[in-house]
């Protein structure tokens, strides 16, 4: 009996799929799997599980801290996307426009974005020291009073929203360059000859010719917002008064620092719906936008 070129050609695909489809279940929706069985489970890792039910889910949407946390992970999601998101925007128009050294802001602008997370973190924690920071210096030789940054309970998440923004504002500003290098030079020219100036190409041509590229960027940046913990954890440890501990920070605590191993992996799941709606909200939502 001999296989059939299109039967050979299913097993082929099959063999080639074989190895990652392995992959993926043994890494990925075993652990998955297992994760969301905890999340039935009290367990402080030293003894065994005891399962519990839907107790776990009670105590999440039943306590404050939960929903404390959840606000702050929000509120610095609406100080970061605004500004990450247009900035990015704004920053690539400039270097894709006829300027001098394109090569070097390009550089310039992207290079925060490979620094790791420490660095960016202890350095900018200098710029806000109350005591000689930069920022405080500027301050006083302006006349106004220094500001305790990072130990204000009505600074510190700011000054984390700032610290990051300028961090990661490079990897959108590369993926808007990618996407106005996609435009073709005609729109311009019969902008031009219709009496478009800068200002109304930009509104009219560049801006709406770009709704991928905004709806990609907006919906990385709020997944990544929403994941906020090294940032806080290093810079403030989540204070003052636990005015900027997260919902990460929240989770890691329960589990590595409590052992509430099942209920962390309660928040963590709740979390983790909360942003799989976020997102697919956010989708829908553009490119019904884009579609009308």
Same mark, same amino acid.
């Given at each position: 009996? +001999?296989?059939s070129d299109t039967h050979k050609r299913y097993l082929y695909a099959y063999l080639?799929?074989? !190895? ?10 075993v652990p998955f799997v297992q994760a969301l069985r905890l999340t039935l489970y ?19 949407? @039943?306590? +404050?801290? /939960?929903? *404390? ?22 920053? =690539? ?19 925060? %974005?490979?620094?790791? &997370?420490? $660095?960016?973190?202890? @350095? ?12 405080? #210096?500027?301050?006083?030789?302006? #006349?106004f009073e220094p500001i305790r940054w990072l130990m204000d309970k009505n600074w =510190?998440?700011?000054? $984390?929203?700032? @610290?990051? $923004? ?9 993926? %808007?360059? =990618? ?12 902008? *031009? ?12 041509? @560049? /801006? !709406? ?19 906020? /913990? ?9 204070? !003052?008064?636990?005015? +900027? ?9 329960? #589990? ?9 992996? +309660?928040? =963590?799941?709740?979390? /983790? ?9 956010? &989708? ?9």
């Amino acid at each position: 009996m +001999t296989l059939s070129d299109t039967h050979k050609r299913y097993l082929y695909a099959y063999l080639f799929f074989l !190895p990652f489809g392995l992959f993926f279940l043994v890494f990925k929706i075993v652990p998955f799997v297992q994760a969301l069985r905890l999340t039935l489970y009290k367990w402080d890792i030293f003894g065994a599980p005891k399962f519990i039910g839907l107790t776990n889910y009670q105590k999440v949407f @039943t306590t +404050t801290r /939960f929903w *404390e946390t959840l606000w702050h992970t929000i509120y610095f999601t609406l100080m970061t996307v605004p500004f990450l998101v247009l900035f990015g925007f704004l920053l =690539a128009v400039l270097i894709n426009s006829k300027i001098f050294f394109k090569g070097f802001f390009r550089s310039a602008f992207y290079a925060p %974005y490979v620094l790791s &997370i420490s $660095v960016v973190c202890l @350095t900018w924690q200098l710029l806000y020291n109350p005591s000689f920071g930069m920022f405080n #210096g500027a301050l006083q030789g302006l #006349g106004f009073e220094p500001i305790r940054w990072l130990m204000d309970k009505n600074w =510190a998440m700011p000054a $984390v929203a700032m @610290t990051t $923004v300028w961090w990661t504002i490079g990897f959108n500003f590369l993926i %808007y360059l =990618a996407g106005l290098q996609q435009i073709s030079a005609t729109y311009y020219e019969a902008a *031009e000859i219709d009496g478009a100036r800068g200002w109304q190409q930009l509104v009219y041509i @560049t /801006f !709406p010719l770009l709704r991928r590229s905004h709806i990609l960027v907006t919906v990385l940046q709020v997944i990544a917002s929403l994941q906020i /913990f090294g940032q806080v954890y290093i810079m403030t440890g989540g204070g !003052p008064g636990g005015k +900027t501990r997260v919902t990460i920070q929240y989770i890691y605590e329960e #589990g590595f620092r409590y052992f509430h191993m099942g209920y962390a992996q +309660t928040v =963590a799941f709740v979390f /983790f719906v909360l942003m799989i709606g976020v997102s697919f909200a956010q &989708i829908r939502l553009m490119l019904t936008q884009e579609e009308g």
